[in-house]
């Protein structure tokens, strides 16, 4: 009598069709494969390896610090300013006939040009210290008659570029926290601009003309530019102490300062209430493009790159490979609808790239940051919600880039062609925009 | 090579892609009374940026393929020196890859010559039209058409070494893209031009530049040097790899 075989049978449950079996079949399938482990481990690590790099590569060390606005956000507060002090209550008063901008073409060509934000007119400042808080009404050169306070608030008032022919006065009040400003056309009919309160303002503060020229935009670039501004029929009243009035460039080795032009300096002419000033710098946020020695978030995340390649390959090849080794056929004889095969595909690379990007994003900054900020960095502060945001997204970015390889991976059949079709859709736009001469409207376009 | 599909295809695809986007890039450039500003030689053979990643496709499927298949067991069978294989795969290589890149630089050149006059570049504004007659556009050309051939090279080294053909992409195209975008972010200018200088794409295309050639960082040649100093790198390293490797 043969004994009765019985037949082996797996301990693992049956219901082989269900969609957990199969979730965990890919799950296996990918673990189990050295390369796509080994491949996500170095996207996150090049996430990590290019944040240290960042960091350590940046060589800021000795520059003086970034200057902090009353908000506590990093500004830039450079500019001529002619000041005396003005104790208490009182008002100031100018006309401006004249605004004109340089920039220079070359080492040492200085044309005549457009400076859209360049500003002249009068300023209501706590001290000379940089970041203090101010309020100013100012003509700027396209952007018409201005009222700023505290580097974040704005309100336009008279439209229209200062000339000879077209002159505007302005009025500057000050009643104790509260400033007032007026513009006027002719010097007798004035329009109120605005009245704003800057807090904390000490009873003494520093009171007079100012002259701004904020760098323009050279291509990736900015370069220095500088302006003039004539003055008359500047008045005062209240309680100034009949001084007179001194010339400083504010904030001079400031790092969100570009300099003067070669050649130009800062300078004032005249007495009794007619000046011709000449100045350079901003009064404003600072933001990355005028502080070299800034850094972002996004700056030291840029391995997020060279993580893509990795994990577009990676997302390729888990269908490829299947194609190639026709392992394709054994995946779905043991589950016959197909489209849920993908889908669970899908899902185990998207979460195990998230894992990975994420992982890689949230060592790398801290990291990172903390590289760059020892080699006299200046990290643009973030609101933590924001750092999650960006972690989260680029986690996020790096699970849809792989989800797209393994579509197009199963719809060529074929690695290198999917990888190199995702790879060139996703890379090749940013290679492109680096170009110095691509119009900006193509580069806009190409990276919406 | 000749019997397989795959590679004509990509052959024509690279030309395709190489005078579409030079032609896409020269259509988008406007030269006004403000300035036009640029390299227009450059700008025309822009096309060789995109035109490379086929270039690298199709060199990686020389080798990549015939792992995958098997083929290479065949191969080896029949030529049993594996170098001189290897070398004949290179040679045969380089010239299909010389042959169609000549067609693609030449067509963007064609496409820059006829398009950018339309776009404000005239002789009268200082823009003559692109002409082989004129010494750095032909350096340009002759440069770039090389420059397509010693990638096609580099990714047949990389794909000896690495053998899996989406690896290998990976690898190639890395080493090309990702060297200038990384180079950004290098906050020391020394170690930024450093990096500049040894990424293949980077000082191979310096070969492309006709107009202020000492703001780059390295002498067209040189770039094109250090690139050919990649291909020969990855192509001794791939070669000795096939010989003492099992197959």
């Known amino acids: ?448 | 090579m000749r019997t397989v599909a795959g590679p004509l295809w990509l052959l024509l695809g690279m030309i395709a892609a190489t005078v579409a986007l030079s032609a896409g890039a020269t259509s988008v450039v406007t030269c006004t009374s403000a300035g036009c500003g640029g390299d227009m030689t450059k700008l025309s053979l822009i096309g060789v940026e995109l035109g490379q990643a086929l270039v690298a496709i199709l060199a990686v499927l020389v080798i990549s393929g015939e792992y995958s298949s098997g083929m290479i067991r065949t191969t080896l069978t029949a030529m049993p020196r594996r170098t001189i294989a290897f070398a004949a795969k290179a040679i045969t290589l380089a010239g299909v890859v010389a042959a169609a890149g000549t067609l693609a630089v030449l067509g963007s050149l064609l496409a820059g010559r006829f398009i950018l006059p339309r776009h404000g570049f005239t002789a009268t504004r200082g823009y003559p039209a692109l002409s082989l007659a004129d010494g750095p556009t032909l350096r340009a050309t002759v440069g770039s058409i090389l420059y397509l051939t010693l990638i096609a090279l580099l990714s047949l080294g990389i794909a000896a070494i690495v053998r899996d053909s989406a690896t290998t992409i990976g690898v190639v195209l890395g080493l090309l893209y990702l060297l200038p975008i990384l180079s950004q972010v290098i906050g020391n200018p020394h170690g930024q031009r450093l990096l500049q200088q040894i990424g293949p794409m980077s000082a191979g295309l310096a070969i492309q530049a006709t107009t202020n050639l000492h703001s780059l960082p390295l002498s067209p040649w040189a770039g094109l040097g250090v690139t050919a100093g990649w291909a020969a790198a990855a192509l001794v390293a791939g070669g000795l790899l096939l010989r003492i490797r099992d197959a």
């Open chain 1, 1 to 448: 009598m043969t004994p009765t075989v019985t037949p082996y049978r797996s301990g693992r449950r049956a219901g082989r069709h269900g969609f957990l079996q199969l979730l965990h079949a890919e799950w296996t399938k990918f673990r189990t494969v050295r390369g796509s482990v080994i491949g996500m481990a170095a996207a996150a690590l090049m996430v990590v390896l290019v944040a240290l790099l960042a960091g350590a590569s940046s060589d800021q060390k000795g520059s003086p610090p970034v200057p902090i606005g009353p908000g506590g956000e990093p500004v830039t507060d450079s500019f001529y300013f002619l000041h005396q002090p003005l104790a208490g209550n009182g008002s100031i008063t100018v006309s401006v006939s004249a605004l004109r901008s340089s920039i220079p073409t070359g080492p040492a060509d200085l044309r005549p040009g457009i400076v859209p934000w360049a500003k002249a007119g009068l300023i209501i400042k706590q001290s000379t210290r940089q970041g203090s808080p101010y309020a100013a009404i100012m003509v700027t050169s396209s952007h018409g008659v201005r009222m700023q306070d505290n580097y974040v608030n704005d309100t336009a008032g008279l439209p229209g570029p200062v000339s000879a022919a077209s002159v505007r006065w302005l009025r500057l009040d000050r009643s104790g926290d509260a400033i007032t400003g007026h513009a006027s056309a002719d010097g007798t009919h004035w329009t109120k601009v605005g009245t704003v309160h800057v807090s904390g303002l000490e009873p003494t503060a520093q009171v007079g003309l100012f002259v701004a020229s904020p760098p323009s935009a050279e291509g990736m670039g900015t370069r220095g530019s500088v302006s003039t501004a004539v003055f008359e029929d500047l008045r005062i009243q209240g309680g100034w102490d009949g001084g007179s009035w001194a010339g400083d460039q504010m904030g001079p080795e400031s790092p969100s300062f570009a300099g003067y032009p070669k050649n130009t300096s800062g300078s004032y002419l005249g007495s009794d209430g007619s000046f011709t000033v000449t100045g350079a710098g901003d009064i404003a946020p600072a933001v990355r493009e005028t502080l070299p020695t800034g850094g972002t978030f996004g700056d030291l995340l840029t391995g997020t790159f060279a993580a893509l390649i990795a994990v577009i390959v990676v997302g390729a090849l888990s269908i490829t490979t299947e194609y190639r080794k026709n392992l394709i056929h054994v995946t779905l004889a043991a589950s016959p609808r197909r489209s849920r095969v993908l889908v669970a595909k899908a899902i185990v690379l998207g979460f195990v790239t998230f894992v990975a990007g994420l992982a890689g994003a949230f060592v790398a900054v801290p990291l990172g940051e903390r590289l760059a900020r020892a080699n006299g960095v200046y990290i643009f502060p973030v609101a933590s919600s924001t750092e999650l945001r960006v972690g989260l997204g680029t986690a996020a970015l790096l699970a849809t880039a792989a989800i797209l390889a393994l579509s197009v991976g199963t719809m060529f059949r074929h690695s290198a062609g999917a990888v190199t079709t995702v790879l060139a859709a996703t890379v090749l736009p940013y290679i492109l925009i680096a170009n110095p001469f691509m119009p900006a409207s193509v580069s806009d376009w190409l990276t919406r």
